[in-house]
């Protein structure tokens, strides 16, 4: 079935460090992914999404590139700040029988940033 | 930006007993999804619901567990009876058509099962 594997639960550094959170996946249809990030006793919010293969799609200083050939869609960002402490999830949007998308998620990663 | 509200953010309960979390989403969102994150692991997506019915559910999504919307309020989860691997944080999303590709998550509520 499908899947998304988060390999870091926990990634710790110095702020103005850059990051890189890894997120690969599986699935026999054609992916569209997603980065979520959720701070604190927050909802998950959208950071980044993308289908295009190969394509890099930034937003606030985050990044990443969807690369069909390695299954991969890394979360890049190349100074870190404090604020950026938060749990980070990767999702693959999968359609299902009904039309309906659902997203399957990677168990997430804590990204901790200190002074 | 668009915000999913869910109450309580958590609840305390005994085996057995019935619970029902509910879920505010975006105003002119009419996909609504239930997803089920235990302690340490994976969200998983449980149930969505469009238009009074349920399209599609997983395997998680269990015969004690049902949802509705009555009269477009509150978009419900009841767990009727609960047990005690029902513990998680449960996420509530909404999308305003079939084929987003983006749900909006709320907080989430935390349900403790003694």
């Known amino acids: 079935g499908d899947s998304v594997t988060q390999t870091e639960g926990l990634v710790t550094l110095t702020k103005g460090l850059p990051v890189m959170l890894n997120c690969t996946y599986q699935?026999?249809?054609?992916?569209?992914l997603f980065w979520y990030v959720q701070h604190l006793n927050e909802a998950p919010k959208l950071l980044l999404k993308s289908s295009t293969d190969n394509k890099r799609t930034e937003h606030q200083g985050f990044y990443a590139t969807l690369h069909k050939s390695s299954s991969s869609f890394h979360l890049q960002k190349s100074s870190v700040q404090l604020s950026d402490s938060a749990l980070y999830f990767c999702a693959l949007s999968v359609q299902l029988n009904s039309g309906y998308n659902k997203l399957t998620f990677g168990k997430g990663t804590v990204l901790l940033v200190s002074p | 930006g668009p915000k999913v509200l869910q109450i309580p953010s958590h609840q305390i309960i005994d085996m057995g007993q019935m619970v029902t979390l509910n879920c505010d989403p975006v105003?002119?969102?009419?996909?609504f999804y239930w997803y089920k994150q235990i302690l340490g692991q994976q969200m998983e997506f449980l149930v969505n619901f469009y238009n009074g019915k349920v399209m599609e559910k997983s395997k998680l999504f269990k015969d004690q567990f049902s949802v509705e919307r009555p009269d477009g309020s509150y978009f419900t989860l009841k767990i009727q009876p609960t047990a005690l691997e029902d513990s998680a944080v449960y996420f509530c999303?909404?999308?305003?058509?079939?084929?987003?590709?983006?749900?909006?998550f709320g907080p989430g509520t935390r349900l403790t099962v003694l």
């Open positions: 105003s002119n969102h009419l996909y």
């Open positions: 999303a909404s999308s305003d058509w079939a084929r987003s590709y983006e749900q909006y």
């Open positions: 699935t026999t249809y054609s992916p569209f």
